[in-house]
């Protein structure tokens, strides 16, 4: 399903910032599950970060003192917050929803168009 809608990617020099957002309904649907995945060209998609029950986590390769992740409830907003960012960071970053009885069995089913940000050297 398509029905986020990611913003704030773009083409930046390495060592620029870009915020991330994606607003989503998941208390007024009552879903706990929220992650940002990247997918690099050519290469398989990768959890960056995640929401379960209103607590925010990095995954492991994505802490890194240069990715934050953050929340605004009354917003219904997500936020991916990175900083100098570099060539390597390069792809296509997607918000999921889900929901699921634990931070390791959310079942996603919700997903963004994607937005594209682009580093350059």
């Known amino acids: 399903q398509v029905q986020l809608a990611e913003s704030g990617g773009g083409a930046v020099q390495a060592g620029g910032s870009l915020r991330l957002s994606c607003p989503h309904s998941r208390f007024t649907v009552n879903t706990k599950c929220v992650a940002w995945i990247r997918q690099r060209p050519g290469q398989d998609r990768e959890e960056v970060a995640s929401?379960?029950?209103?607590?925010?986590?990095l995954s492991g390769d994505f802490v890194n003192g240069r990715f934050t992740n953050s929340q605004d409830n009354v917003k219904e907003t997500v936020y991916l917050h990175m900083n100098n960012l570099q060539p390597e960071d390069t792809g296509m970053y997607f918000c999921?929803?889900?929901?699921?009885?634990?931070?390791?069995?959310?079942?996603?089913?919700?997903w963004g168009q994607g937005t594209q940000v682009t580093v350059s050297s």
């Open positions: 999921s929803t889900g929901s699921g009885g634990g931070p390791d069995l959310c079942e996603w089913n919700t």
């Open positions: 929401i379960y029950a209103d607590r925010t986590t």
